[in-house]
């Protein structure tokens, strides 16, 4: 078994608990248009750009200016990345399971402070057997694991066992303005959050705050209301306040970026949510 990942680096108790190995995996089936990983979105990766591509490397004339014809690039072998000094380059690379896994192993000393190995995306469970297979692997080799997740997949459940830390985001209470924005509705997302809270003893929710979309007061008591009613006590939540981190990378990757400063919400926002969600007894926390 292979996986696709796009990038691969260390953070500290961002996404899980100490220091953490966090390997983004390629492929999502969401299409949330403030996304700050745009490239790990196409499961078989993304052709990134900076507008200067050298076109005699193309066999099928699709470069132009610079800019390749990127409907032309997805059927293609993609020549053109692997071309002396080419300044083209596909988001990911692909591994066997057990080369990742090896790597992995090798990093065990720097998981100090309860550490271990974080999987996010993109969206994880895109990959979802290979993914399986390597947590099998990991819990094996007594490595703490952790997967970062959109909770879209039905087959969730199947990894509970294998995640000592679980992390699903909902960026919507309404599954029809969930669907209408983020390309899904929200029920399998809801199910199998109600699954986690109860069959594991930890679950974190994060909601990403976007202005015009899911901020406001209102927004704040519907989503109160809803994890009241389908969560455990043990269930903590996160708050993420929109950014542009990612905006760059879209242009790269031959996108429109189509969101607009109404999206920026005010730290008195995630305050005001944080107020709402401790009158309905339920836990925040910041990461």
């Known amino acids: 078994m292979e ?41 078989d990766g993304a052709l990134m ?50 080369k990742i896994a090896d790597y992995i192993s090798t990093c065990k000393p720097m998981f100090f402070d ?26 094996h080799n007594s490595i703490n694991t952790a997967i970062e997740c959109n909770g879209t997949h039905p087959r969730l459940p199947e ?16 599954s029809e303005k969930h669907n209408k924005v983020c390309g899904l509705p929200n029920d399998k997302i809801l199910n199998n959050i109600r699954a986690a809270c109860e069959l594991r003893n930890q679950l974190l929710v994060r909601i990403p705050l976007i202005g ?29 306040r929109y950014h542009e981190f990612g905006k760059d990378k879209y242009a790269k990757c031959g996108l429109e970026y189509s969101m607009t400063n109404e999206a920026f919400v005010k730290p008195e926002t995630v305050k005001e949510f944080e107020t709402v969600f401790k009158k309905y007894s339920l836990k925040t926390i910041h990461t």
Do not use: M
């Open 159 to 174: 990894l509970f066992n294998l995640t000592d830390y679980l992390i699903i985001d909902c960026k919507h209470y309404d």
């Open 49 to 98: 750009s900076d507008g200067k591509a050298n076109g005699k490397y193309c066999s099928r004339n699709a470069i132009t200016d610079g800019n390749p014809d990127r409907k032309t690039c997805k059927t293609c072998e993609k020549i053109c990345v692997k071309a002396p000094g080419s300044r083209v380059k596909l988001s990911c690379k692909t591994e066997p399971v057990e």
């Open 114 to 139: 309860g550490g271990g190995v974080t999987f996010t995306g993109g969206e994880p469970t895109i990959q979802f057997d290979s993914l399986k297979s390597l947590l099998e692997i990991l819990n």
């Open 3 to 43: 996986l696709k990942y796009f990038n691969c680096g260390f953070n500290y108790s961002q996404d899980g608990p100490g220091n953490r190995l966090v390997y983004h995996l390629q492929g999502c089936n969401l299409k949330c248009p403030w996304c700050a990983n745009p490239e790990g979105i196409p499961l």
């Open 212 to 240: 015009g979309f899911n901020s406001s007061y209102d927004d704040a008591l519907r989503f109160a209301e809803l994890f009241r009613k389908i969560c455990a006590d043990f269930c903590e939540f996160e708050f993420l």
